[in-house]
């Protein structure tokens, strides 16, 4: 398995309260991705990163921003967490944008 | 928005049987991708297949694509219990890949 590490794996907390996802890769691919999967929707973009400091939207980023200061290291922060950003939040790496993309196991996130 | 549409959303089989998922969308594309989901993992890379190929083949797994009809299938050959996955379709976005809804895969022994 590609080296993709994401923390928390669980976590719950209140609405309001900021919170923030990390994925930390050992692969050195230049691409990261955050994505979110909801029963229904299926797996939604919600920021990338195509290098350091450089980032960009996805789909679904209301609510949600992103840093990556290393290589190796992309922040999903929820500066304030709201009930709808409950969800299983996936990290994914590539070597280019539309080349096969390497999942982390993902972080269960409930916000009550 | 989504481009890749997996069908069905469903299906159950016998172990020994084949199983055959498909995918439409609606632009043109340089390659589509197919990924499995286990239960509570992140999504694995199966195949990949470029809009110039109509069929590619890994171990049990062969992928047909049919750009005419902006379609691709997955055919999984004697399906083993270990085949229960979710399994997704993966195409062009502008600059990254855009994941359909996913075909939920069941395999009873």
């Known amino acids: 398995d590609a080296g993709i590490t994401q923390s928390p794996r669980h976590k719950v907390t209140e609405t309001g309260t900021p919170v923030t996802l990390r994925c930390h890769q050992t692969?050195?691919?230049?691409?990261m991705y955050w994505y979110r999967q909801d029963p229904g929707h299926g797996l939604r973009l919600i920021h990338y990163?195509?290098?350091?400091?450089?980032?960009d939207k996805g789909e679904v980023s209301d609510g949600y921003s992103v840093s990556r200061s290393k290589t190796e290291d992309f922040l999903l922060t929820l500066e304030s967490a709201t009930s709808s950003q409950t969800s299983v939040y996936f990290c994914?790496?590539?070597?280019?944008?539309?080349?096969?993309?390497?999942f982390g196991d993902g972080t269960r996130l409930s916000i009550l | 928005s989504q481009q890749g549409e997996e069908d069905p959303q469903a299906l159950s089989i016998q172990e020994g049987e084949n199983a055959t998922m498909n995918c439409s969308y609606k632009?043109?594309?340089?390659?589509l991708q197919w990924y499995r989901q286990n239960s509570g993992r992140g999504l694995v890379h199966l195949i990949l297949?470029?809009?110039?190929?109509r069929e590619k083949h890994s171990g049990r797994l062969r992928v047909t694509l049919d750009t005419s009809k902006k379609s691709s299938s997955l055919l999984i050959t004697a399906s083993r219990a270990a085949d229960t996955a979710s399994y997704f379709c993966?195409?062009?976005?502008?600059?990254?890949?855009?994941f359909g809804t996913g075909t939920r895969l069941l395999v009873s022994p």
């Open positions: 994914a790496i590539s070597d280019g944008t539309i080349q096969p993309q390497h």
């Open positions: 632009t043109s594309i340089n390659n």
């Open positions: 297949i470029r809009s110039n190929e």
């Open positions: 990163s195509y290098g350091v400091k450089d980032t």
């Open positions: 692969e050195n691919h230049r691409y």
């Open positions: 993966a195409t062009e976005g502008f600059q990254k890949l855009v």
